[in-house]
């Protein structure tokens, strides 16, 4: 029959679609089950049962006969209409095709979004009911299904139901049919049933995604046209554009969804539905855009199809909402400079910092947490730190720094830090009392957090006037504190942030001494195996050893071993940080000698080779403490060093040089750079070089 029932032994029953079984009973044991009848069942069961079967000595427990009371309380308690959507859902499924019908449209007149209407339907087998509908060839019929499970799918359990009885490859049927009321109805119910894990995979896998995208293909003219101005059958495409956008903003949860829909054309589509007119089309598609802002390929779809402009002009809605997706997108995208740029043009800045002031807003967290989070990334740009200077932004995210959530004060924290590079915001964070704000927070835990504070009070401690107070709030014990930290970006910025602390602050050498164990808490870390990590901490060692006491103590604690397990790397900014920690250690006791013996000489000597001048710089140091030694100034000249000769390539390939002739060359090409430090200490290392060679020569002319 067209409404997928049957007659089957003079009774109605359900006939089950594609494998699926008829409408299931109502659950055993649910105080819901049977209507009105299932009272009478409940109060017999009190009953004593007069079979022969039944013994006459057994009664009935305590605790069941308090059970059986509370649940016929519970019964009581039951609105009249959760019975009537029962008795309704027994017509469709008992009744003809026109009895369906009526029952379907007097299910539509109740509440269906509240949870005791939706437990009627789900208790009594109206789901699997409502699923089997979809396959009838009535269009009413399914009409009125689908309106009628668009409204009940906002509830998890139901949404779960409908992907068990196999639901979601119908839906993704009815995407293909001709009739629009259909698809946006199917749609509609698909957003809110791809809100679950396994109904987004089933989607993509019945070719779901590039049917969806469809429906957002409208042309420009209906979407900057009022709705009381369009036709009905234009009306229509927005409606399937609206339906399409959120179930697509619900799929787009998924990473292989985002890609299927990139693949599909959907960026050139979400940039023509941000130029609507209609703030329901607007929301559901700025939803899909800040969820696939994540992947690299989109950020640059959104900055290339120009997709900013319209972004930063839906910053000034009133929709709340949809200021957070808008803020979540630049939060995103911004990390690029161009679109940084771009925001700073069309003027997205500031409705962004006015979101940051506006108290009104203070309760509305994930808001709050992307529009600071979009000023962060945005702060990356000189030009749009001065844009935010002149909004005085510093002095309003020092506000938000008692803040409860975590987001927001990482986010906020996160745009200071890129502030406060600047000296005059140093000097208005200052003012304002930023800093013993900043120094509190390093008691929280949170590591993304925990990190843009290191930051920012690396920055901060430039300042003299800022170290004083640092130093006044012991802010360096505590920054030293989060070496312990396990997250290896907290280690590694905690560490940059002590170099300039021990640089500026007032005997910094007994202050080092004073931190119990921080001495071998810095050796330790040398052992980590993330690079950056190793580069911080090898920094750090190279200002703590300027002390000559701090020097000692870092020797006894093997820091010359833990340092020549490091000079294999190949990592541009280890080599600059370890050839100057190198440095530092080298000059006390035998620490030259010891690290000849280890035989770190050669692959230092290497690190010439390199493209970067900082490596240049602090290699040259590196060698010139070195040459200190006769021992090592011999394997400096006899090694040899394997270079590109730049500009020739064969095929892909470099072609590679050895030069027997040592570090000479290099420190005679580096002599001549314009870096003065670099100069002196190629110079240096060529002194020490020259001076053990006229020694031996005058050893061989006395004929010793």
């Avoid at 925990?450 to 920054?479: G, W």
């Amino acid at each position: 029959m067209s409404t997928a029932v049957a007659r089957r032994g003079g009774a109605k029953v359900v006939r089950g679609g594609k494998g699926k079984q008829g409408a299931a009973a109502p659950r055993k044991g649910s105080v819901f089950g049977g209507g009105p009848a299932g009272k009478d069942k409940l109060f017999a069961a009190a009953k004593p049962d007069n079979s022969e079967e039944s013994d006459s000595t057994d009664a009935v427990s305590s605790s069941d006969e308090e059970e059986r009371w509370k649940e016929s309380k519970h019964t009581n308690d039951v609105p009249s209409e959760y019975w009537h959507i029962q008795k309704l859902v027994k017509y469709m499924k008992a009744g003809n095709q026109t009895a369906t019908i009526v029952a379907l449209c007097c299910l539509k007149d109740h509440d269906l979004t509240t949870q005791m209407n939706q437990r009627a339907i789900q208790d009594c087998g109206g789901l699997e009911v409502l699923v089997n509908l979809l396959e009838s060839n009535d269009l009413k019929c399914r009409l009125g299904a689908l309106t009628v499970l668009s409204e009940v799918s906002s509830n998890l359990d139901i949404r779960r139901s409908i992907v068990d009885l196999g639901g979601i490859p119908l839906l993704v049927q009815i995407l293909s049919e001709p009739g629009r009321d259909l698809k946006i109805m199917a749609a509609e119910t698909l957003g809110n049933v791809a809100k679950v894990r396994l109904a987004r995979k089933l989607v993509r896998k019945c070719d779901g995604v590039p049917r969806l995208v469809d429906l957002l293909d409208v042309p420009i003219s209906v979407l900057r046209s009022q709705r009381d101005q369009l036709s009905e059958d234009e009306r229509e495409m927005l409606d399937m554009a609206r339906a399409g956008a959120r179930a697509l903003w619900s799929l787009s949860e998924s990473r292989h969804n985002k890609e299927l829909m990139c693949k599909g054309g959907i960026v050139p589509l979400m940039g023509r539905l941000l130029k609507s007119v209609h703030i329901d089309i607007v929301v559901p598609t700025m939803g899909t855009i800040q969820q696939c802002a994540s992947q690299a390929n989109y950020q640059l779809a959104i900055t290339t199809e120009g997709m900013i402009y319209d972004i930063v002009s839906h910053l000034t809605s009133d929709n709340l909402d949809l200021k957070r997706q808008c803020s979540s997108a630049i939060f995103k995208c911004a990390s690029d400079k161009t679109a940084s740029d771009m925001v700073r043009d069309s003027g997205g800045l500031e409705p962004l910092v006015g979101i940051a002031k506006d108290k009104t807003v203070r309760d509305n967290k994930p808001l709050l947490a992307a529009a600071t989070g979009a000023l962060w990334k945005c702060a990356a740009s000189e030009a749009n730190v001065k844009k935010l200077d002149q909004l005085k932004t510093v002095q309003v995210l020092v506000q938000l720094l008692n803040d409860e959530s975590e987001d927001v004060l990482t986010n906020a924290v996160g745009c200071i830090s890129e502030c406060v590079k600047y000296q005059n915001n140093r000097e208005i964070l200052r003012q304002f009392n930023g800093i013993p704000l900043l120094v509190n927070l390093l008691n929280m835990t949170h590591a993304p957090l925990l990190e843009n504070i290191a930051k920012t009070l690396k920055e901060c401690a430039s300042d003299p006037e800022s170290m004083t107070i640092m130093e006044e709030l012991d802010a360096i014990r505590l920054i030293w504190s989060l070496l312990k930290n396990s997250n290896p970006k907290v280690q590694a910025h905690a560490a940059w942030a002590l170099c300039p602390c021990i640089e500026n602050a007032k005997d910094s050498g007994e202050l080092v001494r004073s931190f119990v164990g921080a001495l071998e808490l810095v050796v330790g870390l040398l052992s980590s195996r993330d690079n950056f990590v190793l580069s911080a901490v090898c920094a750090a060692i190279a200002t703590i050893a300027k002390d000559r006491e701090n020097l000692s103590v870092l020797s006894d604690h093997k820091v010359i071993q833990m340092l020549a397990h490091l000079v294999y790397t190949t990592d541009d900014l280890l080599r600059e940080n370890l050839a100057a920690a190198i440095a530092s250690c080298a000059p006390y006791a035998n620490n030259t000698q010891e690290l000849g013996r280890l035989r770190t000489v050669t692959p230092i000597v290497g690190y010439m080779v390199s493209n970067n001048p900082r490596v240049h710089r602090t290699t040259a140091m590196a060698l010139q403490k070195l040459s200190e030694d006769p021992q090592n100034c011999i394997t400096m000249h006899q090694v040899n060093v394997t270079r590109a000769l730049r500009g020739w390539r064969c095929g892909t390939r470099l072609r590679f040089f050895t030069l027997q002739s040592g570090v000479v060359p290099f420190l005679l090409e580096t002599v001549g750079s314009k870096d003065r430090e670099l100069q002196e200490a190629s110079a240096g290392c060529l002194q020490n070089i020259r001076k053990l060679a006229l020694r031996a020569e005058e050893l061989e002319f006395r004929g010793e």
